[in-house]
Each structure stands twice: as structure tokens, then as C-alpha cells.
């Protein structure tokens, strides 16, 4: 163990990162192998997550009403400390947006942090494209609220309470102002699908939405909504790591226990 | 040739945005674990360029919020005063902060408009929270029951009549709070790195392209 701290050290690398390292690092050959696995044979089965089931319904109900569906990717950006957080709100969006090419459902989606604005846009745009209707992209569908979570919190509730909102999904990085937002949504009777890493923001998610997607289940979007293999893939991957993460643990107590 | 320009010009398109995506990704990973002077010099390079085009973005923010503003007044859409409302603010800030951010407009309109809003707006909190705990404690199913029944060992626990009552519920509060709480923030904590970390080496490795191009913004 010293001479592999000796290694580290003179490579410049700190106890803390050659963990980290190591965590890491298994992560591509086993993303490689496990997606190449899964093309061959076929999605593996993924357990139930009612949040994205009943999602594909309220997007049904909106569609049938005539209503709108907002989606709010969090208070978070693009190349911040949360940006898998809004990647995760990011590939929800792109599933909306498919939806409402397809239906002419009239979606609106907000964001607090602007590197978050052209990228939410592109998927938009893209998927009016797909269905070969370029010309029904509408820029005005993402709007840019404010940078201020108070701000922002403020226009979504203005948003919720007035323009005919049928279904609020709020997936991405939050604070204290989702409770603002989702009781709004909540004394609105919208249907609601909230979901955020943060521990402490995770009881007002249960509380005030109607599906709650508790921390590493946000990244499960692109899996469940999108069905791509990467996603699944990715998913086995992290099975495999949080399995040998408990193994890790496991043997650590027993080692320290009879030490 | 033309059509093998064209499909040239979309390999381009599409390949490009992946490729730098991936080597500057790369990068700065590599800045991350290992101290070399070279490297961090340019991981320092790409963090600051990054500062730039964010602060770019933000201009694109703005003229995203002027353009859904204007049309909203313009068709005279529901709340359309209140649209000129905001536009007048924000024309008037940013008038106000020609001269710089520490002019005193400036700071006078934080202090006596912005601040006092946000703290009006937030203490809104204080009330929907005791709505949201209303909603969230019906019994619609055995882990509401659950919920409930921690929500009022930790609250009587908490408050100073709990101890009054006897030693066991605050002991069980604390119990409560520092065995399975913890395990499950910890649990929830450790799910999510390894989810952040999926999350980042698709987009290195180049499975998801947010970044987007032809051909979709994911795949």
C-alpha cells in the first residue's frame, strides 16, 4: 500500500482523487461492454418507476384538454456542479418534446440558468424537426426566467396559477423554492412529477407532487422515457459499481470488527 | 460533388461538436487527478473561457425574455401590463447600472426593492410548507403511515414539551435521525454520485451529445 501511495504521489495524485479514481475509472470499459451486451441481447427488464409511468398518462390528459405542460429543469446550468441534475431535466425535456411534436401538445419550459437556455431550445427545435415540422418550433417555448431562485420561483408560480397549466414536471436541481412552485401547482389540481438529488429538498418533493423521482432516479429518464440502450446500459453499470460498493462496505466492517 | 460536399459538411457537423466535446472532457479530467504544470495551465485555459461563454448566455437570456415579453404585449396575452411592468424595471436597472454595479441606484434598488421582494416571496415558505405537510400526511398508504408516525416522534422529539413527556421520545428522535435518516441520506448520496458519474461519461464518451448538432441532442 505505501509503494501505491508512493506511485500516486509522484504521478501527483491525492489519496482523496485516487479514490475517486478508482471509482471512476471502471465506469468505461464496463459502459463499453455492458452496451455492446445489451444490443445483442435485447433491454434488460427494469423495475416499475410510477413516476414515469403516469407521466406518459398525464401527457395523454394534457394533450386530450387542450392544456399545457410545463417542464422546469431546475435551478442548475450547464457546466456547473449540477449539471448532471439538468442533463437528467434535459433528457425529460427531450421526451416532452417528441410528445408535443408529434400531438401539438403546447409545451413551455423555464430555466434559471441561461448556458441551460440554447441547449433546452435545441431539443425543441429538434424534435419539431424530427417530425418534420421545422417550422412549428416556437424559440418563445423556452423562456429564460431568472438567474435569482426567488425570481425564478416567482415566474414559474405565475406561470402555474395562470396559464392553464395541465401538467407540471419539475425534474433537475433545486432548493427551498420548489415548494413555492409545486403548491402552487399542487392548489392548482395540476398533475405533478417532481424530482431532485438533494436530501433535504426531497420530503416538499414528496409532499407536494403527485410522483416523486427520489435521487438517482432522475437519471433514469433517458432509460425509462427515451428506451436508449447507452441509458440502460449506464444503469447496469451503476448496479455493478453500487453492488461492489456494498461488497467495499461490507468487508470493511467485518475487517475492522474482528481486527 | 456537390452531394459529397454536403455529406461531408453534415459528418462535419455532426463529428465536430463530439470530438472537441470529448478531448476537452478529457482533458479536463486528466487536470483534475494529476498536477502537471502544462496540463493545468490549460484545464485553467477552457475553465475560464467557459466563464466567458456563460456570461454570453446570459445575454441570450435576456433577449429570450424581451422577445417572450414583447409578443405577450403586443397580442395583448393575459397579464400584459404586468409584462410592461417588468421590461420598464429591467430597462430601468440597467440604466441605473451603466456606471457600474456599486453605483448607489444600484445598490438602493437591491436594498429597498430586490431583497425585501425576495424575503417577502420567500417567507411564503412558512405557510406552504404547514399546506404541503397537510397534503403530504393523509394515510393514502403504508408509507404515508410511516411518515406520519416519524414526522411526530421527531417534531414532539424536537419541541422542549417532548422532555417534559419523559427521556424516550427525544432518545428515539435522536435515534431516529442518527441511524436510519443517515443511512438513508447515505444511500440516497452514494445512488446519485454514481449516477452523476454515468451521467458524465456517456457525454465523454460521446453516448449523449446535449451539446446537440444534427442529429438529435441524445442518442
Same mark, same amino acid.
Given at each position: 500500500?505505501? =509503494?501505491?501511495?508512493?506511485?500516486?504521489? /509522484?504521478?501527483?495524485?491525492?489519496?482523496?482523487?485516487?479514490?475517486? =479514481?478508482?471509482?471512476?475509472?471502471?465506469? =468505461?470499459?464496463?459502459?463499453?461492454?455492458?452496451?455492446?451486451?445489451?444490443?445483442?441481447?435485447?433491454?434488460?427488464?427494469?423495475?416499475?418507476?410510477?413516476?414515469?409511468?403516469?407521466?406518459?398518462?398525464?401527457?395523454?390528459?394534457?394533450?386530450?384538454?387542450?392544456?399545457?405542460?410545463?417542464?422546469?429543469?431546475?435551478?442548475?446550468?450547464?457546466?456547473?456542479?449540477?449539471?448532471?441534475?439538468?442533463?437528467?431535466?434535459?433528457?425529460?425535456?427531450?421526451?416532452?418534446?417528441?410528445?408535443?411534436?408529434?400531438? *401539438?401538445?403546447?409545451?413551455?419550459?423555464?430555466?434559471?440558468?441561461?448556458?441551460?437556455?440554447?441547449?433546452?431550445?435545441?431539443?425543441?427545435?429538434?424534435?419539431?424537426?424530427?417530425?418534420?415540422?421545422?417550422?412549428?418550433?416556437?424559440?418563445?417555448?423556452?423562456?429564460?426566467?431568472?438567474?435569482?431562485?426567488?425570481?425564478?420561483?416567482?415566474?414559474?408560480?405565475?406561470?402555474?396559477?395562470?396559464?392553464?397549466?395541465?401538467? /407540471?414536471?419539475?425534474?433537475? /436541481?433545486?432548493?427551498?423554492?420548489?415548494?413555492?412552485?409545486?403548491?402552487?401547482?399542487?392548489? /392548482?389540481?395540476?398533475?405533478?412529477?417532481?424530482?431532485?438529488?438533494?436530501?433535504?429538498?426531497?420530503? =416538499?418533493?414528496?409532499?407536494?407532487?403527485?410522483?416523486?423521482?427520489?435521487?438517482?432516479?432522475?437519471?433514469?429518464?433517458?432509460?425509462?422515457?427515451?428506451?436508449?440502450?447507452?441509458?440502460?446500459?449506464?444503469?447496469?453499470?451503476?448496479?455493478?459499481?453500487?453492488?461492489?460498493?456494498?461488497?467495499?462496505?461490507?468487508? *470493511?466492517?467485518?475487517?475492522?470488527?474482528?481486527? | !460533388?456537390?452531394?459529397?460536399?454536403?455529406?461531408?459538411?453534415?459528418?462535419?457537423?455532426?463529428?465536430?461538436? !463530439?470530438?472537441?466535446?470529448?478531448?476537452?472532457?478529457?482533458?479536463?479530467?486528466?487536470?483534475?487527478?494529476?498536477?502537471?504544470?502544462?496540463?493545468?495551465?490549460?484545464?485553467?485555459?477552457?475553465?475560464?473561457?467557459?466563464?466567458?461563454?456563460?456570461?454570453?448566455?446570459?445575454?441570450?437570456?435576456?433577449?429570450?425574455?424581451?422577445?417572450?415579453?414583447?409578443?405577450?404585449?403586443?397580442?395583448?396575452?393575459?397579464?400584459?401590463?404586468?409584462?410592461?411592468?417588468?421590461?420598464? !424595471?429591467?430597462? !430601468?436597472?440597467?440604466?441605473?447600472?451603466?456606471?457600474?454595479?456599486?453605483?448607489?441606484?444600484?445598490?438602493?434598488?437591491?436594498?429597498?426593492?430586490?431583497?425585501?421582494?425576495?424575503?417577502?416571496?420567500?417567507?411564503?415558505?412558512?405557510?406552504?410548507?404547514?399546506?404541503?405537510?397537510?397534503?403530504?400526511?393523509?394515510?393514502?398508504?403504508?408509507?404515508?403511515?410511516?411518515?406520519?408516525?416519524?414526522?411526530?416522534?421527531?417534531?414532539?422529539?424536537?419541541?422542549?414539551?417532548?422532555?417534559?413527556?419523559?427521556?424516550?421520545?427525544?432518545? +428515539?428522535?435522536?435515534?431516529?435521525?442518527?441511524?436510519?435518516?443517515?443511512?438513508?441520506?447515505?444511500?440516497?448520496?452514494?445512488?446519485?454520485?454514481?449516477?452523476?458519474?454515468?451521467?458524465?461519461?456517456?457525454? +465523454?464518451?460521446?453516448?449523449?451529445?446535449?451539446?446537440?448538432?444534427?442529429?438529435?441532442?441524445?442518442?
Amino acid at each position: 500500500m505505501g =509503494f501505491l501511495a508512493e506511485i500516486l504521489g /509522484n504521478l501527483g495524485i491525492g489519496q482523496q482523487h485516487a479514490l475517486m =479514481f478508482a471509482l471512476l475509472l471502471p465506469f =468505461f470499459p464496463l459502459l463499453l461492454l455492458l452496451n455492446r451486451r445489451i444490443r445483442e441481447r435485447g433491454n434488460p427488464p427494469l423495475r416499475p418507476i410510477p413516476a414515469y409511468e403516469d407521466l406518459e398518462a398525464y401527457l395523454g390528459e394534457a394533450t386530450e384538454s387542450g392544456r399545457t405542460v410545463h417542464v422546469s429543469m431546475g435551478t442548475g446550468g450547464i457546466g456547473t456542479g449540477v449539471t448532471a441534475e439538468s442533463l437528467a431535466g434535459l433528457t425529460v425535456l427531450e421526451h416532452i418534446a417528441g410528445h408535443s411534436a408529434a400531438t *401539438g401538445l403546447k409545451t413551455v419550459a423555464t430555466v434559471s440558468d441561461p448556458s441551460l437556455l440554447p441547449v433546452a431550445q435545441d431539443v425543441m427545435r429538434e424534435a419539431c424537426a424530427a417530425q418534420g415540422y421545422p417550422e412549428a418550433y416556437d424559440p418563445a417555448c423556452v423562456r429564460f426566467v431568472s438567474s435569482d431562485k426567488v425570481a425564478y420561483a416567482a415566474g414559474v408560480m405565475d406561470i402555474l396559477g395562470h396559464d392553464k397549466v395541465s401538467c /407540471n414536471v419539475m425534474i433537475g /436541481n433545486f432548493s427551498d423554492e420548489f415548494l413555492l412552485m409545486s403548491e402552487v401547482g399542487a392548489r /392548482n389540481a395540476v398533475n405533478q412529477v417532481g424530482g431532485t438529488t438533494s436530501p433535504q429538498i426531497l420530503p =416538499f418533493v414528496y409532499a407536494s407532487t403527485d410522483h416523486a423521482l427520489i435521487g438517482e432516479e432522475i437519471f433514469a429518464a433517458g432509460a425509462y422515457l427515451l428506451g436508449k440502450t447507452a441509458h440502460v446500459a449506464s444503469l447496469a453499470a451503476q448496479d455493478w459499481l453500487r453492488t461492489a460498493i456494498i461488497l467495499t462496505i461490507l468487508i *470493511g466492517i467485518l475487517v475492522r470488527s474482528l481486527a | !460533388m456537390r452531394r459529397l460536399g454536403r455529406a461531408v459538411a453534415v459528418g462535419v457537423r455532426r463529428s465536430l461538436p !463530439m470530438a472537441m466535446a470529448m478531448a476537452i472532457g478529457a482533458l479536463m479530467l486528466i487536470d483534475f487527478f494529476f498536477d502537471e504544470r502544462h496540463i493545468n495551465a490549460l484545464g485553467g485555459f477552457f475553465l475560464e473561457s467557459a466563464v466567458i461563454v456563460v456570461a454570453f448566455a446570459l445575454l441570450l437570456g435576456l433577449l429570450n425574455v424581451l422577445v417572450v415579453h414583447l409578443r405577450r404585449i403586443i397580442k395583448r396575452e393575459g397579464g400584459w401590463f404586468y409584462s410592461i411592468a417588468l421590461l420598464a !424595471m429591467a430597462l !430601468m436597472v440597467m440604466v441605473a447600472g451603466i456606471p457600474g454595479p456599486d453605483n448607489s441606484a444600484v445598490v438602493w434598488i437591491f436594498d429597498y426593492i430586490q431583497f425585501p421582494l425576495q424575503a417577502a416571496t420567500f417567507s411564503l415558505l412558512a405557510f406552504f410548507v404547514a399546506t404541503a405537510a397537510y397534503r403530504g400526511l393523509r394515510l393514502r398508504s403504508l408509507e404515508a403511515v410511516a411518515f406520519v408516525l416519524t414526522a411526530v416522534v421527531v417534531l414532539i422529539g424536537q419541541v422542549p414539551v417532548g422532555r417534559v413527556l419523559g427521556d424516550v421520545v427525544p432518545a +428515539l428522535k435522536d435515534w431516529i435521525l442518527n441511524v436510519p435518516s443517515t443511512a438513508g441520506v447515505r444511500g440516497i448520496i452514494i445512488g446519485v454520485a454514481l449516477g452523476t458519474i454515468a451521467t458524465g461519461v456517456r457525454v +465523454l464518451m460521446g453516448f449523449d451529445r446535449p451539446y446537440g448538432g444534427e442529429g438529435g441532442s441524445t442518442q
